[in-house]
């Protein structure tokens, strides 16, 4: 058990023997052993939560067990069928995440209708979909991440859940306070950290971590963490969190900012947030950190169960009066993307009411969108976006809503898997046999609808409703319009 792990574990524990007892460590060790806690956040844009706990127990005899603190949040027993091979998390139903990582998303007071909110490092996007739950996508969301080779896995994610309310940016996180001083209602600091939380999973493995890196990382920590408090709205939230549980990322990041800029932000008690957390550090060796430390909090993973982490709620009291920067310019028609026409949203409009019950209006003005066009393509557009940011360059933007070829809509894939649940007619269902060869792409040879079907383009369901995608009727074949 504990005595067989590694000397390099028991030495970056060691250092902590001033916060940890001997009997701690060897918990700390000896949790090493065991399997990790598979945790899973439920969609709330695509259906009711309860009914899906039950579906997806029913299916995959799955137990669930609710996250007192994360509201769509489970963790997950009896998985003889892991829930990233199944169908529902392929159509965005449900998030695969650390429940730690729940977390930080949990601690913010929303209490704004229509906030804006900057995700300061959002790939690979699960806390991003988060903070879209936590305002019902009723926010505006900029998912920023500064790597390249981190964008297509974030629009991924984000194109999967169904969120409308966001742009994906691809800046120096760095750079957001001088751009945009005093903008955002919610800002995420989920910072670039070495991972010292001594709970290895499958996509992160235990690694040794070196006082260097971790004072290296600190130091861009600290840049982000100022830039991100200029950002922020006077009386305004930011959570710092790091999957870190090395105070040099942690406790002495704030504690650096509370140095430079102690009357312009205060730490929120969040200590208590969760059983078994423990509060943040006032020391650390010879360091001593502000005494308002303690309000943050640490998942110790032996105290837990779950994998290290760090979080702290800041609320914003005063400017930090950091000089003003022009931030980068495009001009939005460059981006080919124009308002349709009054005519054509009209036709768009009915098309949706006529072919699936649904009434458009409603989702237009609740959620605060436009309709975009580009040659044949169409897009769900925020109007926060417009009114806000209208000329920052973007990666992603909003939701494809679809194609219109001459005088027919093509319902995108991103919008049925969003609102297929409020289709109240256009839909099939076919038979439980071949529910697998739609899943796995194939098309519906003759198929046997049990009533007449008139519109091309129908929404494909199961015997319980479930929602299979996107379908079009062609003579003796339903084509299976499921991405690759």
């Excluded at 406790?251 to 009357?263: G, H, K, P, R, T």
């Amino acid at each position: 058990m504990a005595q067989d792990q590694p000397d390099s574990f028991r030495e970056s524990l060691a250092r902590y023997s001033d916060v940890l007892t001997r009997k701690d460590i060897e918990s700390i060790l000896d949790n090493l052993e065991k399997p990790p806690i598979i945790g899973i956040r439920l969609n709330p844009l695509k259906g009711e939560s309860q009914e899906l706990v039950r579906e997806l127990s029913l299916r995959y005899h799955w137990q669930l067990t609710p996250i007192p603190f994360c509201e769509h949040g489970w963790t997950l027993q009896n998985a003889d069928q892991l829930p990233g091979t199944t169908f529902d998390h392929r159509m965005g139903q449900f998030y695969i995440q650390d429940p730690a990582s729940m977390l930080p998303v949990s601690l913010f007071h929303m209490n704004e209708p229509h906030p804006l909110i900057l995700d300061m490092a959002s790939s690979p996007g699960g806390k991003t979909t988060h903070m879209i739950d936590r305002t019902g996508d009723q926010g505006f969301i900029i998912a920023n991440d500064a790597s390249k080779s981190r964008i297509s896995a974030l629009r991924a994610v984000l194109s999967s859940w169904g969120g409308i309310n966001q742009i994906i940016t691809q800046y120096p996180g760095e750079a957001f306070g001088n751009w945009f001083p005093e903008t955002f209602d919610y800002i995420l600091l989920d910072a670039p950290c070495s991972m010292e939380n001594f709970r290895p999973t499958i996509n992160h493995p235990m690694r040794e971590t070196s006082q260097a890196e971790r004072l290296r990382l600190q130091d861009r920590q600290i840049q982000l963490l100022r830039s991100g408090l200029s950002a922020l709205k006077i009386g305004g939230q930011l959570v710092y969190a790091t999957c870190s549980l090395s105070p040099e990322e942690d406790e002495a990041v704030i504690d650096a900012l509370y140095s430079d800029f102690s009357e312009t932000f205060s730490i929120e008690d969040v200590s208590q947030k969760i059983n078994l957390s423990a509060p943040g550090l006032t020391s650390f060796g010879s360091e001593i950190y502000n005494p308002d430390l303690i309000h943050a909090m640490r998942l110790w993973p032996h105290r837990t169960g779950m994998s290290g982490f760090f979080c702290a709620l800041l609320t914003k009291i005063a400017p930090l009066q950091l000089t003003r920067i022009t931030p980068p310019h495009r001009d939005f028609d460059r981006t080919g993307l124009q308002l349709i026409s009054g005519e054509l949203e009209e036709q768009v409009l009915n098309q949706f009411t006529e072919q699936f019950g649904l009434a458009m209006e409603p989702i237009l003005e609740d959620f605060k969108l436009d309709i975009f066009q580009r040659k044949d393509q169409l897009f769900l557009i925020p109007k926060r976006h417009l009114e806000n940011f209208i000329s920052l360059p973007f990666d992603y933007i909003g939701m494809p809503l679809g194609r219109w070829l001459t005088d027919q809509l093509e319902p995108s894939h991103a919008f049925v898997s969003r609102f297929g649940h409020l289709f109240t007619q256009g839909k099939v269902i076919i038979n439980e046999e071949i529910v697998s060869q739609w899943i796995a792409g194939r098309d519906i040879r003759y198929p046997n609808f049990t009533e007449e079907i008139k519109a091309q383009y129908v929404l494909v369901t199961d015997a319980l409703g479930r929602n299979l995608g996107l379908g079009k009727v062609l003579p003796k074949r339903l084509r299976n319009m499921l991405p690759r």
